[in-house]
């Protein structure tokens, strides 16, 4: 996911986006936890997911 489509997206938008990254990453949480995926790497790729739509939701706050 890249910062300049998220960029375009609404306050609310992003934390839909926040809400659905949450539960995907709890998701892969949890079949990593039952070994039903070695995918550790799609876990990293999603903690900095959520950590730019986090990002950005603070940004945009401040500019309000």
Do not use: C, P, W, Y
């Not at 489509?5 to 990453?25: D, G, I, P």
């Not at 070695?38 to 739509?53: E, G, P």
């Amino acid at each position: 996911m890249k910062a300049k489509e998220l960029r375009t997206k609404s306050v609310e938008e992003l934390n839909q986006e926040l809400v659905s990254l949450m539960k995907a990453r709890f998701g892969l949480k949890i079949q990593i936890a039952t070994q039903q995926s070695n995918k550790t790497s799609d876990l990293l790729k999603l903690r900095r997911d959520i950590a730019r739509v986090k990002t950005l939701i603070r940004e945009k706050a401040i500019q309000s």
